[in-house]
C-alpha cells in the first residue's frame, strides 16, 4: 500500500524559508514525485515536479526562483527547499507521486499525502 506523508509546515513571517518534506512508502522506482497547493477558496494548483532521477524538474511560475524541490530515492523522501516565502504561498501544500516524467495535473498522479499547512504572515 503506497503511503505519502507531508512534514515542515508551519507559520513564518513574510521572507522567511521553511522545507517541506514527504516521505513515501510502497512507492515503485521510475515514478515522478511532486507538490501541489490549495489556499482556501481557490482552485488546488501545481507547484513543482521532479522526475525519478532529479534530471528533470519543473516549477510553476509564481515560486520559480524561490522554490527548490529535490529527492533522496535512498530514502524514498521528496523536498521542498521555500525561500523568501510570500503571504500568497500560504496554502496547504499536497505531495504526490506516479507516473513517469513530471506533470502538472492532479489527475496525472495515483497518489497524494493529506497534506501539511504552511501560513506565511505579512
Known amino acids: 500500500q503506497v503511503q505519502l506523508v507531508e512534514s515542515g509546515g508551519g507559520l513564518v513571517e513574510a521572507g522567511a524559508s521553511l522545507k517541506l518534506s514527504c516521505a513515501a512508502s510502497?512507492?515503485?522506482?521510475?515514478?515522478?514525485m511532486g507538490w501541489f497547493r490549495q489556499a482556501p477558496g481557490k482552485e488546488r494548483e501545481f507547484v513543482a515536479a521532479?522526475?525519478?532521477?532529479?534530471?528533470?524538474?519543473d516549477y510553476a511560475d509564481s515560486v520559480k526562483g524561490r522554490f527548490t524541490v529535490s529527492r533522496d530515492n535512498a530514502k524514498n523522501t521528496v523536498h521542498l527547499q521555500m525561500d523568501s516565502l510570500r503571504p500568497e504561498d500560504t496554502a496547504v501544500y499536497y505531495c504526490?507521486?506516479?507516473?513517469?516524467?513530471?506533470?502538472?495535473?492532479?489527475?496525472?498522479?495515483?497518489?497524494w499525502g493529506p497534506g501539511t499547512q504552511v501560513t506565511v504572515s505579512s
Open positions: 521532479i522526475s525519478w532521477y532529479g534530471s528533470s524538474t
Open positions: 504526490v507521486a506516479g507516473g513517469a516524467g513530471t506533470k502538472r495535473s492532479w489527475a496525472l498522479y495515483d497518489y
Open positions: 510502497g512507492t515503485s522506482n521510475n515514478i515522478a
